[in-house]
């Protein structure tokens, strides 16, 4: 728990509980009606509510509430981030890819649907998320429950929803995640390098977790001040949670993590802890959670949740 210049605290379990379970029911209401086929809508449905700590589209309302707005104007938008994730963390596991036996504690994707519906079920969630990014039309009021009241799509003018969708193909494609990925397998069994080890980093993770960030004063039309502030917070974060990611696939354990340690290794992954060793790798993270809070400056206790949120993202076991 942090507390802020006001002297008021910030409870980032009680916070990160709070958008999870406002992005879990508007994602499970937006899926509520299953499509056909049947199988394609099962596999879908099976990764995306496998659990997760829903991470980039907290960041994205984190972010959005920092900039003055009302979280769930941009929750469609928000959760469209989850889609993306979910998506890349099913073509991950394949056997093509890195060939994981489990993600978040269950089987992976294609080990109950099979190879195919699992590519697909990836390619459907990608495809999805920039129509949920885009469909500002839609009707929100299927929602069930009371947690979804006043939730609105929020009636983005074409300008910004023209560069909404820019930034987050960039971020997701080959100038971001998907470049990452590549360079990811193409270096395995290759001796760690400084350059392609962030290359890596900074494509595969950082690109969009920065997007998730800088959606938030995106769609609030804040200044260019605010803007690069939050993605220099953003590009920090990023590449501090890649780096947590390899220190815990070298100290944490397969029920800590839902999925098996030590594949890295394994696999003779380029990361952090292969370069620099863990001791150095660890003391990186940490300065980049500095970096993190200092491009948060400006900014009273209104970040007060992205402060707390980067001490959790750098401390985290899971």
Do not use: W
């Not at 963390?89 to 394949?94: N, R, T």
């Not at 920065?210 to 039309?221: E, I, T």
């Not at 800590?256 to 380029?270: F, N």
């Not at 959670?289 to 200092?294: D, N, P, S, T």
């Amino acid at each position: 728990m942090i507390h802020s210049a006001s002297g008021c605290a910030v409870d980032i379990t009680a916070y990160l509980e709070e958008k999870r379970v406002l992005i879990n029911e508007y994602l499970k209401s937006y899926f509520a009606a299953p499509l056909q086929p049947e199988a394609l809508h099962e596999s879908v449905a099976y990764s995306l509510f496998a659990g997760g700590k829903r991470i980039r589209p907290i960041l994205a309302l984190a972010s959005y509430e920092a900039c003055g707005g009302n979280a769930r104007d941009i929750l469609p938008q928000a959760a469209a981030l989850e889609l993306l994730h979910t998506y890349s963390l099913i073509h991950d596991d394949l056997p093509a890819m890195d060939n994981d036996d489990l993600r978040r504690g269950k089987p992976t994707n294609h080990k109950v649907f099979g190879e195919a519906i699992a590519i697909l079920a990836g390619d459907a969630l990608l495809t999805e998320a920039f129509f949920m990014i885009a469909d500002t039309n839609s009707s929100l009021r299927t929602f069930p429950g009371r947690s979804m009241e006043g939730v609105r799509n929020k009636r983005l003018r074409r300008p910004s929803l023209l560069r909404l969708v820019r930034e987050i193909a960039r971020a997701a494609g080959m100038r971001g995640m998907v470049g990452g990925q590549a360079q990811d397998i193409l270096a395995e069994n290759s001796e760690p390098d400084e350059q392609t080890l962030s290359f890596i980093h900074l494509h595969k993770t950082a690109a969009l977790i920065a997007a998730s960030v800088r959606l938030g004063p995106m769609l609030a039309k804040s200044s260019a001040r605010v803007l690069r502030a939050l993605t220099q917070y953003g590009e920090h974060m990023g590449l501090a949670f890649q780096i947590v990611d390899d220190l815990l696939d070298v100290e944490g354990t397969t029920p800590e993590l839902g999925k098996t340690v030590g594949s890295d290794r394994a696999k003779r992954k380029m990361t952090y802890p292969a370069l620099y060793g863990v001791e150095v790798a660890r003391r990186k993270a940490e300065e980049c959670l500095a970096g993190a809070l200092r491009a948060l400056r400006p900014f009273a206790s209104e970040a007060d949740p992205l402060r707390e949120i980067a001490h959790y993202l750098v401390r985290r076991r899971r």
